[in-house]
């Protein structure tokens, strides 16, 4: 989500003087001024050009725009940009892959295409897109180079489409997988949050009733647009600038905390305990302590809400979830998603001033059934505020889009045991020295029952490397410490590297008072929090 700069007062001066001025001068000179382009910031834009003698005259009027097209995304973006240029026949050339301010080199790029070629109608639109949405290498496919540079999460990210030919993949023909595979280009768009429009240049109406439906659906379905240029090409320079222009702005939000109103960052804490996510065995609703059922199908239920403060507009897009031990620091990544697991997705709507509660099966939930949960909404309307990096913690901090609900419910028998993990990392670029904090924000069960922590060997002997340094614990056993504090303990300085987490096994063992108990472990990192667990333990009553 980025935040629309409003214009200095000077500006708006300026402008209100100028507007009485021709206002002033009478009807023959009063002709409107054109409003300003709205910002789009940052930008990664993606020319996918088909390249086939037939397109002799789109490719001249894309040459002749393409200065004033590489301006409008310096401007729109406040000249954080990048571009990509591909262009397509049967096969597939990468021209240039994106890279910032690269506006010189696919200008040139552009400048350089020659129509001629292609061995008939249809060509590989649904692979070149294939190409560009889902960044593919060359390996195995009839493709230059790869396509290997990921787009941005903060990015508006946006794909033109320019051809005159239905989709036919590698094989120069078109039939019912043609066009299945590119419904499901539009459908990958949408999930990844980038935006196709295209221009259909109809240089013979022989197929424009089958390509029409096909390139307006790549638009409808990524809220993309869609132009038919003339058919000697004229036009589809004005297509692409319309479409850079069309920089719509939605911000759907998921809280970190009840009281969070979806500004960005959000320093607040616990960041990790997100009320908007849980987990329920079945499509209706739950209370908020289920804990999911393993071995069977669940549904993960994620709250999105809408107006968040940067802009009010009905909002599109994928709501994205993903799971892994509970635990402290973990690591991100874009592709391999790093320490997260990925369970599943569903493309909705959100309307403005209300709330649309996303509900993602889950089936079957692993055993055994302790994990914690993200969920990232991807949007093309919606681009994260902050650009995502390897720490979970650091993105969910700062973006609205992103929530981390890391809360596990227990049930155990007085005087019975119940397990339970808190995995410890590092998704930092160096070494540190990490603190595990234990505290109960509401009734504690140390005092009638028991907390007790298993380090492993391999944490355990970290841990003692630095002087084995502790607050309200006690050793019970060989790597396993006991916490005797019901307010607070730690165990400070476990020094972890970059890339490393270590999973501790916990064991809760009730006390004779039944009831509902809470504690919180915490890592933290310089005294910051990092990613934390809440567990409730519920003693039962036998």
Not at 210 to 230: D, E, K, S
Not at 315 to 326: D, E, I, M, N, Q
Not at 499 to 513: D, S
Request: with cysteine; glycine share 12%.
């Amino acid at each position: 989500m980025h935040r629309f700069r409003r214009p200095a007062l000077a500006a708006l001066a300026a402008v209100a003087l100028a507007t009485s001025a021709l206002q002033a001068t009478g009807p023959a000179a009063a002709a409107p001024l054109p409003p300003a382009p709205r910002k789009c910031g940052p930008m990664d834009v993606a020319f996918v050009v088909d390249d086939t003698g037939s397109m002799g005259g789109a490719i001249a009027n894309l040459k002749t725009g393409i200065n004033q097209i590489a301006q409008e995304v310096e401007n729109l973006s406040g000249f954080d940009y990048r571009l990509g240029l591909v262009r397509f026949k049967d096969d597939i050339t990468v021209v240039q892959n994106f890279a910032p301010g690269n506006k010189n080199a696919v200008t040139a790029g552009v400048n350089a295409l020659v129509a001629g070629g292609g061995g008939g109608e249809p060509e590989a639109s649904d692979e070149a897109l294939n190409t560009v949405v889902n960044n593919l290498p060359a390996a195995g496919r009839p493709q230059n180079a790869d396509f290997g540079v990921g787009w941005r999460s903060n990015a508006t990210k946006l794909t033109v489409l320019i051809t005159d030919a239905r989709p036919g993949g590698f094989d120069d023909n078109y039939d019912n997988g043609d066009l299945a595979n590119a419904g499901l280009r539009a459908n990958q768009a949408l999930a990844n949050g980038i935006k196709i429009s295209s221009v259909h240049v109809p240089t013979s109406t022989v197929y424009t009733n089958p390509i029409v439906p096909i390139m307006q659906n790549y638009a409808t379905t990524t809220g993309g647009l869609f132009t038919q240029a003339q058919p000697n090409g004229s036009g589809v320079s004005a297509a692409v600038i319309d479409f850079l222009r069309d920089c719509k702005r939605t911000d759907v939000f998921i809280r970190d905390q009840a009281a969070d109103n979806g500004v960005e960052p959000n320093g607040n804490t616990p960041f990790w305990n997100s009320p908007d996510i849980k987990v329920c065995p079945g499509l209706a609703d739950c209370g908020p302590g289920i804990q999911p059922v393993v071995n069977a199908l669940n549904y993960i239920h994620v709250r999105l809400n809408n107006p968040g403060p940067y802009a009010n507009a009905d909002a599109s897009g994928t709501l994205k979830v993903y799971r892994t031990t509970p635990g402290g620091s973990t690591n991100w990544h874009p592709v391999t998603n790093g320490d997260w697991t990925f369970i599943g997705e569903q493309s909705l709507s959100v309307p403005t001033g209300g709330t649309t509660v996303a509900k993602i099966p889950w089936n079957p939930v692993p055993g055994p059934g302790h994990f914690c949960l993200l969920a990232r909404w991807v949007s093309a309307s919606d681009p994260m505020g902050y650009p995502e990096t390897s720490d979970t913690a650091l993105n969910t901090q700062r973006n609205n889009n992103i929530a981390w609900r890391n809360f596990q419910t227990i049930r155990v028998k007085p005087h019975g045991p119940g397990k339970s993990w808190f995995a410890v990392g590092n998704a930092t670029e160096r070494p540190i020295k990490t603190d595990l904090l234990i505290t109960s924000p509401q009734r504690p069960l140390v005092g009638t029952g028991r907390v007790i922590i298993d380090l492993g060997p391999r944490l355990f002997e970290l841990w003692r490397s630095t002087g084995a340094q502790s607050e309200g614990v006690r050793q019970v056993g060989e790597t396993q410490v006991e916490v005797a504090d019901p307010k607070r303990a730690v165990l400070r300085g476990l020094p972890i590297n970059p890339g490393e987490r270590f999973t501790t096994e916990l064991t809760f063992v009730g006390g004779a008072e039944p009831g509902d108990f809470v504690q919180h472990i915490v890592q933290l990192s310089e005294g910051h929090d990092i990613g934390g667990v809440g567990y409730n333990i519920t003693v039962t009553k036998q």
